[in-house]
């Protein structure tokens, strides 16, 4: 099994997979036109988790949703 965290604080995300960080990022940075355009929900501050494979059988275990200090 991999181990994952995703942190998401305000419009910052970071994804750290077994360890290693592999996102960090601001979604505010986000300015392309056609990015916002065909990700129309990018600049929401509220709404759903969801883990999503790509088109192959994925499998979690041992998932922990935390809501973190407003800051």
């Known amino acids: 099994w991999n181990s994952g965290e995703i942190m998401a604080m305000g419009s910052r995300i970071r994804?750290?997979?077994?360890?290693?960080?592999?996102?960090?990022?601001d979604l505010a940075?986000?300015?392309e036109a056609a990015v916002?355009?065909?990700?129309?929900?990018?600049?929401?501050?509220?709404?759903?988790v969801g883990f999503l494979?790509?088109?192959t059988?994925?499998?979690?275990?041992n998932i922990r949703i935390k809501r973190l200090p407003s800051s």
Request: glycine content about 18%.
């Open 57 to 61: 059988l994925v499998e979690f275990r």
């Open 29 to 31: 940075n986000v300015q």
């Open 36 to 48: 916002l355009k065909k990700h129309p929900g990018l600049r929401r501050t509220g709404g759903h």
């Open 53 to 55: 494979g790509h088109g």
């Open 15 to 25: 994804v750290t997979l077994n360890g290693v960080v592999i996102v960090d990022f």
